[in-house]
């Protein structure tokens, strides 16, 4: 609606008038994220082969092309789960939290930002490793570098209990049911 691809350039024919504003200046300074090369106009940086979002769901910051597939497979298979009536069943038949989840599934506009540190809030201690975080009514999920371990489980089901917290769900109850409904933890 805001502009039109030319098939013919392989670009766009106006700058994203999203990432024209928030594009990080920190990206710009690595080799693989060149706005002078890819600038603004361009479909998934100018690279469809290896960096793919077709409905536009997810946005990617400090994600390597490995990330991104893998969180966006991960993303939809585990969404795939938001629609069933079990899911809605299991979550005690709560319509706010499950159309909640059915509607960030299909028409986000997530960013999921790479962390690419241990630190903070992904700080690994000796009582517990952080696999992602999000903040309520927020629209980022950053997933953390210990985000692949085994402790923390499925990506998607890591997804899904931070998309409940960006619902507003700030408590452990209702992400670990969500969890639980999608057959992530007992």
């Known amino acids: 609606m805001h502009r039109y691809y030319d098939a013919g350039t392989g670009r766009y024919t106006r700058p994203d008038p999203l990432d024209f504003a928030a594009t990080d200046q920190l990206l710009v ?39 991104q597939s893998e969180i966006s497979r991960e993303f939809r298979e585990y969404c795939a789960e938001t629609g069933t009536p079990e899911f809605n069943h299991c979550l005690c038949d709560n319509p706010i939290l499950a159309g909640g989840l059915k509607r960030l599934c299909g028409k986000s506009n997530l960013t999921i930002r790479c962390e690419s540190r241990a630190e ?14 999000s903040i309520p009514f927020g629209n980022t999920i950053r997933v953390c570098p210990s ?38 933890s007992s």
């Open 29 to 67: 300074k690595f080799a693989w994220f060149d706005t002078e090369r890819f600038g603004y106009f361009a479909y998934v940086q100018g690279n469809p082969v290896n960096f793919i979002d077709p409905l536009g769901l997810l946005k990617f910051k400090g994600c390597n092309p490995g990330q």
């Open 120 to 133: 903070g809030r992904c700080a690994v201690t000796e009582r517990e490793v952080n696999c992602a975080w």
């Open 147 to 184: 985000a692949s371990k085994p402790s923390c489980g499925p990506l998607g089901c890591t997804l899904l209990h931070e998309m409940t917290h960006i619902l507003g769900h700030g408590g452990e109850k209702w992400p670990e049911q969500v969890e639980r409904c999608v057959g992530c």
